[in-house]
């Protein structure tokens, strides 16, 4: 059973008397020899008659809280005879005195020992006489004892272990309470602990409560007390010249300060390196002063230390103006790290004063700072005080922190300078610069993305970067097979891809010499055609498992590797089309047989004329300067960091023109029209011998066809062309994979069409079987793509994929490609 003793003096109601009665107090009064004895519990139901009274407590006294009804008493004095008193275990307090109500009333606790108790409290008796001695508190879990408005005296031992609490572990002085030590005083702090502050001991300064000792050197022992934040030992308390006497400490090595009286700037990294003087800061408007600060008290010995407490900051918004309270600040008792946010949009000096004080003019530090114009990319909101995204950066689901310089955007957006290749800090303001605000579907992360305009690359996936994500990032190069970026790792790799590439059309040539492979045959024609269509299309119809054997049979086909591979360190997009066109070029080199020729020049048909449309892909973009003039400029499309037809584009531009008007064209006419050429002008003596030398190319393609087909093929080619456009010049597969379905379905049911009309095009029966079971088995995938599609085409849950991400799941690298042991045909594969 718990032992507790509440005396609480709510009101006066006896008079003074110069005699103390005494009684005594026992469970067991059976082997009491002294007179009266009687259990506690029969004192506390008429406490009322005994003031002036000393009760003896002999052996151990239960009692429980409810038996105790202390209503008017004066004078009393609680003494262990035998041992100590014992209170112990009580959930709230073990010993409230409460003297509210009462006046010069004496209470003396002696012998006593306060365990386990939530709290122990001495309250409101400053006009009474409170003494202890021989006190030992232990375990308390809500500080040892709470002093609050009294007079407390301490007249012997007073001992605080392992006790816990918030402010004060072991002992709490607030409200003006004073504790007085007598000659014979002796104070012990042992293992205490403070969740704040103070563990061993804590002094409220601000309400001018104290320790007063009665002569010099008393003794204060202070071991192991701890707290988490500051005053591990003691807390506001310190020598000075308002304590004639000072404490003999036991332990000199104590952790000890009070509340903060003055402010230094410090030094994150050594902490213990103070100064008074700041540099200027330059801020933009809406931006944070910075400012690394700690405040200082004094431990017990009067030397500086550091402290916590609230920091004041003091602002005035002209030279003539006075400094008023703009902010106020917790700073804890390290080097802190303190922000002020001015929102001030004039630029100029201002002036700032940092103390603990309320009073500016005291005890301060200060430093200057400049509000500056907004840096590129944002402007003045006079509205909000602060920078805010420019209107050349200001759009939907568009944010800008003047604080971190960052921009957010949701993704498939690029916002950036127009020279990228120009280094610039992000928080300077250039009146030169041009910003780029434009969708950007091909090469930018479809996710949310936070960038400075000095670093615009997070913008872009797969390692690239620059001007809309048109080039790799620095260290980094064009993969053929993709237009992916990497590293090239090996340069021996290097030289065997080279060296590959350099026999590629000698290569094929022999391949379709010993397969017979040509199209000459017949069935090559439309199985090309469905191969160009089906390559073009890979994005759209290809699905995430797709056989890889498929994709790269496919990929050869078109004259594509299938897999990326780093060519060279350094490629880009511009020597990239140069090497396609020269790998075309190479394979027409390989054999000068009629049917290889012909069929090395339809294989390179569909990808030169590819080539071709990106090299004259052009895009309009706006460019919005700092000096509010907006204009349009033309960058090539594949790669923005080109501006259009000029420099090294300006090559590539007249090449692919070249190319277009001597071959494309012409070839393409050739075929369309051979059919007229034949019948109308192979008779002319001008054309005769032009005819006779092209003739056998013509056979080598409509050889196989009826005669009054011929012009098969050169539809075939022609087919093509729309379907080629489409799908080269969106920006997305995805949010175009109507439009793109759609255009293919129609070229293939006019084909189709035709055929049918035609009953056969070929000679053999045989090749319009294989020609029609082609487009069947491609319009059925087609059929079963719009039908997935309807379900629906593009799941909403997932995040966009940019022309690469799509290709990636179908297009394997180098060390992706894996050999099959089956041998389906590609019309059978699909």
């Not at 034949?678 to 009826?706: C, H, Q």
Request: charged share 15%.
């Amino acid at each position: 059973m718990s032992l507790l003793l509440v005396v609480v003096l709510l009101f006066f109601s006896s008079s003074c008397s110069d005699s103390f009665h005494q009684y005594y107090v026992s469970d067991d009064c059976t082997s009491v020899t002294s007179t009266p004895c009687n259990p506690l519990s029969v004192y506390a139901r008429h406490m009322s008659k005994y003031s002036n009274s000393i009760f003896y407590l002999i052996g151990n006294s239960s009692i429980r809280n409810h038996d105790i009804n202390i209503t008017a008493v004066k004078n009393v004095t609680l003494h262990g005879l035998d041992q100590s008193c014992l209170i112990y275990d009580n959930i709230n307090e073990g010993l409230c005195i409460n003297g509210t109500f009462l006046r010069s009333t004496q209470i003396d606790i002696i012998d006593t020992e306060l365990i386990g108790n939530g709290g122990n409290k001495i309250l409101n008796s400053l006009s009474n006489s409170i003494s202890l001695s021989n006190v030992t508190v232990a375990n308390s879990t809500s500080t040892g004892l709470a002093l609050a408005r009294s007079l407390v005296t301490i007249k012997n031992n007073l001992i605080f272990r392992n006790n816990t609490g918030v402010v004060g572990g072991g002992l709490a002085i607030n409200d003006s309470s004073v504790l007085t030590l007598t000659s014979s005083a002796n104070l012990e702090f042992i293992d205490n602990y403070a969740s704040y502050k103070g563990g061993g001991i804590y002094i409220e300064e601000s309400s001018d409560s104290d320790i007063i000792l009665i002569i010099p050197n008393m003794p204060l022992t202070l071991i192991n007390n701890t707290a988490g934040l500051v005053g591990g030992d003691m807390y506001g308390y310190h020598r000075s010249f308002l304590h004639e006497y000072r404490f003999k400490l036991t332990n000199q090595h104590i952790s000890s300060t009070n509340n903060a009286m003055s402010v230094r700037f410090c030094d994150p990294i050594n902490s213990k390196r103070h100064t008074f003087l700041e540099s200027n800061q330059h801020i933009f408007p809406g931006q944070a002063l910075k400012m690394y600060v700690t405040l200082l008290g004094k431990n017990y010995f009067g030397r500086f230390s550091p402290t916590i407490g609230i920091l004041k900051l003091y602002g005035k918004s002209s030279s003539n103006s006075t400094f008023t309270l703009v902010s106020q600040k917790y700073v804890n008792n390290t080097c802190s790290l303190i922000k002020y946010t001015p929102y001030l949009t004039q630029t100029r000096i201002y002036h700032i004063r940092l103390s603990v004080y309320n009073n500016p003019t005291y005890n301060f530090i200060s430093f200057d700072y400049i509000v500056n114009e907004c840096p590129i990319g944002f402007s003045t909101s006079s509205s909000q005080g602060s920078c805010t995204c420019s209107q050349s950066v200001s759009r939907e689901n568009v944010t800008c922190d003047i604080n971190s310089l960052n921009i957010t955007h949701n993704g498939l957006l690029w916002i950036g300078t127009y020279h990228t290749s120009t280094p610039f800090n992000a928080n300077e303001t250039n009146p030169n610069a041009c910003i780029i605000n434009e969708d950007c579907l091909l090469y930018c992360s479809p996710n949310p993305v936070t960038f400075k305009l000095n670093h615009t690359d997070i913008q872009c996936v797969d390692n690239r970067g620059q001007r809309m994500c048109g080039s790799c990032r620095v260290g980094y190069s064009l993969l053929m097979g993709s237009n992916k970026c990497g590293h090239c790792h090996n340069n021996y790799m290097m030289i065997a891809w080279i060296a590959l590439f350099a026999v590629m059309g000698v290569l094929l040539v022999v391949l379709l010499i010993a397969l017979n492979l040509t199209v000459s045959v017949g069935t090559l024609n439309g199985l090309l055609f469905y191969a160009n269509i089906v390559k073009l299309y890979e994005p759209v119809f290809s699905r995430k498992g797709a056989l890889p054997v498929l994709s790269q049979i496919i990929s050869w086909i078109n004259l594509d590797f299938g897999f990326e591979i780093c060519f060279y360190n350094g490629m880009d997009n511009y020597a990239k089309q140069w090497l396609q066109r020269y790998g075309k070029i190479s394979r027409l080199m390989g054999s000068h047989a009629v049917p290889v020729l012909s069929t090395l020049f339809l294989l390179s048909y569909t990808k030169l004329v590819r080539t071709i449309v990106i090299v004259l892909h052009k895009r309009e973009v706006t460019l919005h300067c700092t000096n509010e003039s907006v204009k349009s400029v033309s960058l090539w499309y594949e790669d923005p960091n080109f501006e259009y037809g000029k420099g090294k584009h300006a090559g590539l531009f007249g090449f692919a023109l070249l190319v277009t008007v001597f071959f494309v064209i012409p070839y393409t006419l050739f075929f369309l029209l051979n059919p007229f050429y034949e019948k109308y002008l192979s008779n002319l003596k001008v054309f005769k011998k032009f005819w006779s030398r092209f003739k056998p190319i013509i056979d080598a393609y409509s050889g196989t066809m009826k005669d009054e087909y011929r012009f098969w093929p050169g539809l075939l080619l022609v087919a093509r062309i729309p379907v080629l456009l489409s799908v080269t010049l969106v920006d997305s597969f995805i949010q175009s994979q109507h439009f793109l379905l759609s255009m293919l379905l129609t070229v293939l049911v006019i084909v189709l069409s035709l055929g049918y009309c035609f009953g056969g095009v070929y000679k053999k029966r045989m090749n319009n079987l294989s020609h029609m079971k082609c487009y069947d088995a491609l319009i059925k995938k087609l059929l079963k793509k719009q039908d997935e599609d309807d379900a629906p085409l593009l799941d909403l849950t997932e995040s966009h994929k940019t022309v690469d991400q799509q290709k990636r799941e179908i297009v394997p690298s180098s060390t992706d490609v894996r050999h099959s042991a089956s041998r389906e045909s590609v019309v059978e594969l699909f």
